[in-house]
């Protein structure tokens, strides 16, 4: 298989999810027309500000309304036709999706095919419920954890899907790695305080312990309520290599993803099979 270019967004996504979608469609295009095949967007790349009750209406029933029979949501549309559009792999890093409490809608990686076919979803298991100096976070209060882990066959790479905190928990990536997966997203909204830290050191490590490459979108910025985040998007190789990194601001960042030297990579030092545990 050919070496494959993959890219992803860095955004600031503000509390207007019409100019979110229409900057998001603009990178999306601009990292088509660079050659990638699979384009990841950042966590809460819809909307990020506001109270939690207009994010709670904003929540889409992925399956397109009662029985499968209704449309799509905007924001599921506007993905599924960007992807169709460019004939691009689009990963939509964070979303809201409906769950079985309106209160707590899903936070959802949507991916969708080439020809907008919604092809797999992910609802972020570990939900960020921390204490920092600056504010506090409590995402259980309003969203649904999901439950199960991930991966779908895109762009002819097995792709483990994740969310933002889940970085932090490598038994998830050792789930995915397990299920085959040889690319892992990570699309985040990682704070400043926490990314400055701890941002480049957990992908290099999920990206060295799974043999993996990782392709990281971040949120940038400031955004409503004063939240910031950090950026610095990043793609990573499976020697823990950083390959590609956003600067400040909004961008597209793009690398290749080669089989060949992923395969090297897990021949040369092949902990995957010394496993013992789990």
Not at 90 to 115: I, Q
Not at 116 to 139: M, N, Q, T, W
Request: proline fraction near 5%; charge should be neutral.
């Amino acid at each position: 298989m050919d070496p494959t270019v993959v890219a992803a967004i860095q955004l600031s996504s503000q509390a207007d999810v019409g100019a979110n979608l229409d900057r998001a469609a603009a990178l999306v295009a601009e990292a088509a027309q660079r050659g990638a095949k699979l384009v990841l967007l950042p966590e809460n790349f819809a909307f990020l500000g506001g109270g939690e009750e207009e994010r709670r209406a904003l929540a889409e029933d992925l399956d397109g309304g009662e029985e499968g029979r209704g449309l799509p949501g905007p924001i599921a549309r506007r993905l599924a036709e960007l992807a169709r559009a460019h004939g691009i792999w689009l990963l939509g890093g964070g979303m809201p999706e409906r769950s079985g409490d309106p209160d707590r809608p899903y936070n959802t990686c949507a991916v969708f095919a080439p020809d907008g076919r919604l092809a797999a979803r992910y609802r972020k298991i570990h939900l960020f419920d921390v204490e920092l100096s600056e504010r506090s976070y409590r995402e259980s209060g309003s969203s649904s954890p999901g439950r199960e882990p991930v991966t779908v066959s895109a762009a002819g790479l097995g792709v483990g899907l994740s969310i933002c905190y889940d970085l932090r928990f490598p038994e998830l990536y050792r789930a995915l790695s397990a299920a085959g997966a040889e690319v892992l997203v990570v699309p985040a909204a990682f704070t400043v305080t926490t990314g400055k830290d701890h941002w480049h050191v957990l992908l290099r490590a999920r990206a060295i312990e799974a043999q993996a490459y990782v392709i990281a979108a971040a949120q940038w910025g400031k955004h409503p309520g004063g939240r910031l985040t950090y950026g610095k998007s990043c793609i990573v190789d499976p020697w823990g290599e950083v390959i590609a990194q956003a600067s400040e601001g909004e961008g597209v960042i793009t690398a290749v993803v080669d089989r060949a030297y992923l395969g090297r990579v897990r021949a040369s030092l092949p902990s995957l099979q010394h496993r013992r545990l789990g």
